[in-house]
């Protein structure tokens, strides 16, 4: 935040100042002095994980920032979130300890917020605490209870969410996007699954879950190889059979659990690359019109089926949002056409319900038929409508539905074609996934 003066009235402009918040509290009769009260900071690691109050004061001297008194961190000030792997807050915590009165030896931790959680973000009854000073809950958001009462509403930065209902107060600003889904509804109805950080689109944190368990898992065994040290190496002593049958065993498991999909992903990358390289290499050097790289992701869904649309239950899906330039309007200056030049921020997410190559070499093809066709409004609309099974353009010949069909059954034949003519194994096809197995590095050998 920066403040002019001109004309002996005061400006204000809002920057963007990340994690602290600025209180104007006074304006001298200089033109060029003011002074701002830092009233809050957030605490920052990988995301926020929580908010200290420093308590200090800057000046603008002319147009130098002067610290009017020395910041004091004391005991107590500041807050710790402790969140779950979708970012709800369910706890709030201060550095400060307290000492157990019925146990002096120990100490209990000073909780200043707790909230249990309905799917949807609402409080459950009886089974939360909102401190005045706290104002983040659901997902991270912040609360904003003037509206529709204590932690009803949330500002999502892009929109506000209403966790009562599970709805938007406003359309989705990227609801061209995703045509087949109510543009209120809120990460299309599937909030154990899938998060929105700002009201803009959803995704899945599938990457954020695998690196979080790979992490975790490495933290623990390090904390175990230092607990087997400090017992000379006794596999049996107590605590080291504890902390295996507990601590590591948990983390292991949770480990696998990502990395069973990360490894899926893997063998239809491998698969892709081994049975068409030429269409593989298409993908993985995939760019758009300025000669920007595109990145695509592909995420497993291990819970869901998918969206019921027109045709049925739903494979997979494609989340895709076009970048555009040189908009032309007409005289009543309504948009008639543009440039389509790519997908905005290069990047495109496959969410595979179906674990099959049959599945994503669909999906390739939706990707493939965007990139060879659509170049302007008119080709970039006729995509979208021709990419819904609900429409009736989903079963036109020139559109993208009946493109990514023939681009699957592509993809399914050259499987097959290189299944019946190799040399491998039939256990190294899963004929389930359509997928070929990942062949273990060769030892190096000794000279």
Do not use: C
Request: charged share 30%.
């Amino acid at each position: 935040m920066s403040k002019v003066v001109q004309n002996n009235q005061l400006k204000t402009i809002i920057d963007k100042v990340p994690n602290v918040r600025f209180d104007m509290i006074d304006i001298d009769n200089h033109k060029n002095e003011y002074t701002y009260d830092i009233e809050e900071q957030h605490i920052y690691g990988s995301s926020r994980l929580g908010v200290q109050k420093p308590a200090m004061q800057l000046s603008n001297i002319a147009g130098r920032m002067v610290a009017q008194k020395t910041a004091i961190n004391k005991v107590g000030d500041k807050r710790y979130e402790l969140s779950n792997h979708l970012g709800n807050v369910l706890e709030v915590i201060t550095d400060k300890k307290i000492r157990d009165k019925e146990n002096i030896t120990t100490f209990i931790a000073d909780v200043v917020a707790y909230n249990d959680y309905y799917p949807f973000g609402m409080l459950v009854p009886n089974r939360n605490y909102q401190s005045p000073e706290y104002r983040y809950g659901f997902q991270g958001q912040e609360k904003d209870d003037e509206i529709k009462g204590e932690g009803n509403s949330y500002d999502f930065g892009a929109r506000m969410l209403d966790v009562r209902i599970g709805r938007w107060f406003r359309s989705d600003p990227s609801e061209y996007t995703y045509p087949m889904y109510s543009t209120y509804s809120y990460v299309n109805n599937n909030p154990l699954v899938y998060i929105d950080p700002d009201g803009k689109k959803f995704i899945n944190p599938y990457k954020v879950k695998f690196n979080k368990a790979k992490q975790n898992l490495q933290n623990v065994n390090s904390q175990y190889q230092k607990l087997l040290e400090a017992n000379n190496g006794n596999l049996k002593a107590s605590e080291v059979k504890k902390f295996r049958k507990n601590q590591l065993r948990n983390a292991q498991k949770g480990f696998d659990k990502v990395d069973k999909n990360y490894r899926r992903v893997e063998r239809y990358l491998y698969t892709l690359k081994t049975v068409l390289p030429v269409e593989y290499n298409y993908f993985e050097t995939l760019v758009d019109s300025k000669e920007n790289e595109v990145k695509i992701n592909i995420f497993i869904d291990s819970k869901s089926e998918g969206a019921e649309l027109g045709d049925g239950s739903m494979r997979a899906q494609t989340l895709l949002k076009g970048a555009f330039s040189n908009p032309i309007y007409d005289s009543k200056k309504k948009l008639i056409d543009y440039k389509v030049t790519g997908v905005r921020r290069n990047n495109i997410d496959i969410i595979l319900y179906e674990k099959t190559l049959s599945a994503l070499g669909n999906e390739l093809g939706d990707i493939k038929y965007y990139f060879k066709n659509v170049t302007n409004k008119k080709t970039y609309d006729y995509f979208v409508e021709s990419a819904n099974g609900a429409n009736k353009a989903y079963s036109d010949s020139k559109g993208s539905g009946v493109f990514s069909f023939e681009y699957e059954d592509f993809v399914r034949k050259a499987y097959k074609e290189f299944r019946k003519n190799s040399s491998l194994d039939n256990d190294e096809f899963n004929r389930v996934e359509e997928t070929i197995s990942i062949p273990s590095p060769e030892p190096i050998k000794e000279k």
